[in-house]
Every structure is written in structure tokens, then in C-alpha cells.
């Protein structure tokens, strides 16, 4: 009972941060495209692609196309905060059913949002720390799961192509720190292995590490968010695998 109580202490506290932060970004995200002129492919996922929504602009550029997007700022994957990673898929199904392609990402506000707040996981390492906490790899753990869950559910509804994009290492910044260095590789680890795992159908899937390409000045001031170049190499990873499939 009481593990159970401290749980839902930081549930709630995780809850009021999203909304608080939210709030005082004036739910930055990139407006939704729910009609577009290729309704088939779509994108999911936080607020890498949706705080400025330049990785979609320069892909929808390169393409001569539109895709939907439904991506919104501070979404984790299945958390029922704000439109979570799982009910903007569901809403975009809604939209028009025939999904064939998605791009996206998901996982990093699970780990990111409850560090900022007051670390319950213990997800930074500090330096006299040997390596990351066995509470943040089961956070993350849980993490995979639910990614496995969703990728699964698209492959039962028919979706053919899933381009996956990882994280990069954050920088120091307002919110970002290099302490999570850690918890961003064990969190990679974790969502390669749950495209690579998903079995709901015999889809395309595929994972995009982004570590070795992002640097310091393609990440903005709060340390976590892509610079116009980071966009435009993220967008550059994207287009290698989404390019073939149109």
C-alpha cells in the first residue's frame, strides 16, 4: 500500500509538471496537418518534431508532398497526459483510417519529465555515481513495453512502414543535462530492440540512432530541442528511410 501510494504521489506530481509546463510554453507544438495530400503517412511523437515542426517542414520540402502530423510537445507514450503518443495514433486512424507509413519517436518525455521534476527514478548519474540506477531501467523497461504495445497495435491495424527515430545526448540548458548522458543510451537500447521485437505483423520497421550525428550547436538553449540544422540532419536520417516508401 504504501509503494503504491508513493507511486501515485509522483504521478500526480509528473502530471502537474506536464500541465505547468505546457502552460507556460502556451502548448508550443506545431499546429496539427489532419488532411494532407498524402493522408497514408504520418507523424507521431513529442516535441523534437513538435515544438518548431521543422523535421516535417523540410521532409513535406524534399518530397514535394503533405503528411499529416499530430505530434504534440511534452507527449510520453501511453501515459493518458495531455494527447500521449498512443492517442494521437488513435485520433489520426480516426481522421482516415489507411495508415501506411508512420514516422516518429516516443519515450523520451517518460524518462525526461519525471527527472526534471525531482528525479524520483534517479535517471542522472552524478560523477560519483558508477552507472545508471536499477529504478530508472525499470522505468525504462516499462517504457519498452508500452512502445512494444503500440507498435503492435499499428502493425494489427495494417500500418506497413514504421521509421522509429531515437534520441540524441542533451545537453546542459535550461531543462536539458548531461547527466541523463546515460539513461539516453540505455533508453536507445531499449527502443531499438522494441522495433525490432514488435511481432504484431510483418511490417517494415526500422530504428534511426541520431547520437552520432547531433553536437552541441544542434540543440538549442534549454538542451534538449534541435537547432534549424538539428532539425535538418534529423530530417536528413528520416528521409534516407521514408524516401523509398513514397
Known amino acids: 500500500m504504501k509503494?503504491?501510494?508513493?507511486?501515485?504521489?509522483?504521478?500526480?506530481?509528473?502530471?502537474?509538471?506536464?500541465i505547468s509546463m505546457v502552460s507556460?510554453?502556451?502548448?508550443?507544438s506545431a499546429v496539427w496537418i489532419r488532411n494532407a495530400s498524402r493522408n497514408d503517412v504520418v507523424n507521431v511523437g513529442d516535441s523534437i518534431f513538435?515544438?518548431?515542426?521543422k523535421i516535417h517542414d523540410y521532409l513535406q520540402s524534399w518530397s514535394g508532398q503533405t503528411f499529416r502530423r499530430y505530434s504534440v510537445s511534452g507527449a510520453m507514450v501511453n501515459s493518458g497526459v495531455i494527447p500521449d503518443i498512443a492517442s494521437q495514433y488513435a485520433t489520426a486512424k480516426s481522421d482516415h483510417a489507411y495508415i501506411k507509413t508512420i514516422f516518429m519517436d516516443g519515450g523520451g518525455n517518460d524518462i525526461l519529465i519525471p527527472a526534471i521534476a525531482f528525479d524520483p527514478y534517479n535517471c542522472k548519474v552524478d560523477w560519483w555515481e558508477s552507472g545508471l540506477s536499477s529504478k530508472c531501467k525499470s522505468l525504462i523497461d516499462d517504457v519498452y513495453v508500452d512502445t512494444v504495445d503500440l507498435l503492435n497495435q499499428m502493425g494489427r491495424d495494417g500500418v506497413k512502414n514504421i521509421i522509429f527515430q531515437g534520441y540524441y545526448h542533451v545537453k546542459n540548458g535550461v531543462f536539458g543535462s548531461t547527466k541523463l548522458t546515460?539513461?539516453?543510451?540505455?533508453?536507445?537500447?531499449?527502443?531499438a530492440l522494441a522495433v525490432k521485437n514488435a511481432t504484431a505483423a510483418n511490417n517494415y520497421r526500422v530504428f534511426i540512432d541520431p547520437r552520432p550525428y547531433i553536437v552541441n550547436s544542434d540543440i538549442i538553449i534549454d538542451g534538449i530541442h534541435p537547432t534549424d540544422s538539428g532539425s535538418q540532419k534529423l530530417a536528413s536520417l528520416i528521409?534516407?528511410?521514408?524516401q523509398p516508401l513514397l
Not at 50 to 53: M, T, V
Open 50 to 53: 513538435a515544438l518548431s515542426g
Open 3 to 18: 509503494s503504491f501510494k508513493s507511486w501515485l504521489v509522483i504521478r500526480i506530481a509528473v502530471v502537474f509538471l506536464v
Open 239 to 242: 528521409w534516407v528511410k521514408l
Open 182 to 191: 546515460q539513461a539516453v543510451d540505455y533508453g536507445d537500447t531499449k527502443l
Open 24 to 28: 507556460a510554453c502556451g502548448i508550443v
